[in-house]
């Protein structure tokens, strides 16, 4: 089981930028993939961004463009870089993580085993 801890969540006005950080331990870090999903009030998770062990990226189609996913092995840690952001990005921001290899896009909730406790983003108006 990997144990993961988000940080860098808060309220920002549109237009804004934050950067989330996740934490892994548990296992060896660079042999991971990694996840950002998001949750927002009376909706369903879903995929926001996603790395795999091997540096390959994926990203949901309304955060292409602003947010960037990236990963520090020496740290252990991955980030998400929210720039541009819009009142509808506001969430809790999930981060996962899987030791899977497979060629997918790692965009569904089922391709992750191990998940953060979340951090709110709220973007105002």
């Known amino acids: 089981q990997v144990q993961l801890v988000e940080s860098g969540g808060g309220l920002v006005q549109a237009g804004g930028s934050l950067r989330l950080s996740c934490a892994a331990s548990?296992?060896?870090?660079?042999?991971?993939?990694m996840g950002w999903f998001r949750q927002a009030p009376g909706k369903e998770r879903e995929f926001v961004a996603a790395?795999?062990?091997?540096?390959?990226?994926t990203y949901y189609d309304s955060v292409k463009g602003r947010f960037t996913i990236s990963r520090d092995n020496a740290k252990n840690t991955v980030y998400l870089q929210m720039n541009s952001l819009k009142p509808e990005d506001t969430a809790v921001y999930y981060c996962?993580?899987?030791?899977?290899?497979?060629?997918?896009?790692?965009?569904?909730?089922?391709?992750?085993?191990?998940w953060g406790q979340g951090t709110q983003v709220t973007v105002s108006s």
């Open positions: 790395i795999r062990w091997s540096g390959g990226t």
């Open positions: 996962a993580a899987t030791e899977r290899r497979y060629g997918g896009s790692y965009s569904r909730r089922s391709d992750f085993g191990s």
């Open positions: 548990g296992r060896t870090f660079s042999s991971l993939s």
